[in-house]
Structure formats: C-alpha cells, structure tokens
C-alpha cells in the first residue's frame, strides 16, 4: 500500500483524524509511470532551497496555495467543522501515546491542518479526512520530523486523538525514492491501521500517509465509516496528496542537476566540448 498514493494519482492533528493536522491536477491530468527499461526511478524536480519560504508570513502564503480543498478529493467530500487547525499551535505526540495541541516550535515557519468529511449515504457510514502541509525552516529539520514520526508510530502504535477517539493497530512503512513503489516523494511514510471512535463506532480502515519535499512535510489522511474497506477509502483520498506534491514542484522545484557520466541533454555542449572549439 505504500506507493498507492503516490503512483495511480494526479500527481495528524490531535484535533482531527489525521493526527498531525496531511484535487486531481486543474487539467485531471494522470501522471505517467516511469518506463522501466528507462529508469527505475523518474527524474522529477528538485526542490530549490532558494525557492523555499523563509518566513512565517511566506510560509503561510505558501501553504495556502499547496495545501488540499474538498475538491481534491472524491466527487461530495465537504468541509468538515472545524474545518481548519489554529496555524499558532501543532499536534505533539506524547510518551502516553496521547496527542496534544502546543505552540509552534522554534523550527516550524507555518503548519494548516483542514479537516472533511464524506456524508453518510448509501447505507454506508461517515468518512473523515484531513490533510496537512508544514514548512520547516531546512529540508533537514523536514526529514527529522518524518524521522520522529516512524520512532511514534513504533512506540505508540495504539494513539490518542482526543477523548473518546482513538487509533489502533498501527503499522509503520517508511519508503525512500524508489523504494517500495514510492516513484514520486523525496521520503514517504504510510501508517494502516483502524480508527475508534465514541460518537461514529468502529472499528474502521484507517490510513494516513506522509512525505517530504525540501522543508515541506505534507500528509493526508482517512478514517472509514461503516460498510466502507480499505480499497474504498483510498479511491475517495488517493488524490489529495500527490496533487499537495504537484503543486509544490510548480511553486519551488526545479530540474534535477546531471550526473556526472549522464549524457548531456540534447541540445547543449559539454564545457570541454566547447573549450576545444574555441
């Protein structure tokens, strides 16, 4: 399941179902699979460091471009209420496996969190969404955070959201680039598990997932509803994500630079090629 968000798509917070706070593309574009007799692993862009905010006000402009709506999910997911986080404070996991709200660390510029839902309908039960997008001031501090959510999810794999909700049975796969199915994400983290939930029952699939992209970590989330299975509840997230990541590409990526023995792309000169016709 780790590449499923990430390859057959459009390229949580204490406070909602997503633990810390996670569109098709404007065209419904599908992103094409890599050929293999190619590469294993597609040349996507690199993010720019010096394309990346560096304040919290940049950061917060930013987030708001990137970060999901209702309709970068399935066809009738709707706001849910509250529909977003305070952006002064972040979802903190502590050693009970209990989260809790607190301010913004020292290396976080800006975090949002929304929340939605898919109405009961069919017979079948309420799902809740979320997605999230965070900017650290470096890449580095962006990979600690997705470091220290897999050390979590091993010591806590059963969470609490807030009174009366719950995750349990949680099980971690971290994926580098190429790794895993993982095609598209500089880092992916994929947690499975169920959900639990005083007011909505359960029981219920519950998956979440979360990647890197330089200082950004962004992650989306589902918490099924009854008569709803797994494959079910990917088809109505399976979008968000990737197009968080598309759209941080176009905002700050850039091509990535040629390795050393790549041929050279077509229509250039080497530097040596063109020292020697001078």
């Avoid at 293999?36 to 560096?54: F, I, L, M």
């Avoid at 470096?138 to 807030?162: F, I, K, P, S, Y």
């Amino acid at each position: 399941m780790c590449g499923v968000l990430l390859t057959g798509c459009t390229g949580g917070d204490g406070d909602g179902d997503g633990k810390r706070d996670g569109q098709a593309s404007p065209g419904g574009a599908v992103v094409a699979a890599p050929d293999p007799a190619v590469s294993p692993v597609p040349a996507v862009k690199e993010a720019d460091p010096g394309q990346q905010p560096r304040t919290p006000a940049q950061a917060r402009a930013l987030i708001a471009k990137l970060i999901a709506g209702p309709g970068d999910f399935t066809a009738g997911v709707r706001k849910a209420t509250p529909y977003e986080s305070d952006p002064g404070t972040w979802s903190v996991l502590r050693r009970n496996c209990v989260w809790n709200r607190e301010r913004l660390p020292r290396d976080v510029l800006a975090t949002l969190t929304r929340h939605f839902e898919l109405p009961p309908a069919a017979g079948k039960g309420r799902v809740r969404l979320s997605a999230t997008v965070t900017f650290h001031r470096t890449g580095a501090e962006a990979a600690w955070e997705q470091a220290r959510m897999v050390e979590e999810a091993l010591h806590c794999d059963e969470q609490v959201l807030r009174q009366g909700e719950r995750l349990t049975k949680l099980m971690p796969q971290p994926a580098r680039l190429g790794e895993a199915a993982n095609l598209y994400s500089e880092d992916s983290l994929m947690e499975s598990g169920e959900c639990v939930s005083d007011e909505h029952g359960g029981p219920y699939p519950y998956t979440w997932q979360q990647v890197t992209y330089g200082s950004m970590v962004a992650s989306a989330s589902v918490c099924g509803g009854r008569g709803y299975d797994i494959s079910q509840l990917m088809k109505i997230v399976v979008n968000a994500l990737p197009t968080m990541q598309i759209r941080a590409r176009e905002e700050f990526g850039r091509e990535p630079e040629a390795k050393a023995g790549s041929p050279a792309p077509t229509g250039t000169v080497s530097p040596s090629a063109a020292k020697e016709g001078e």
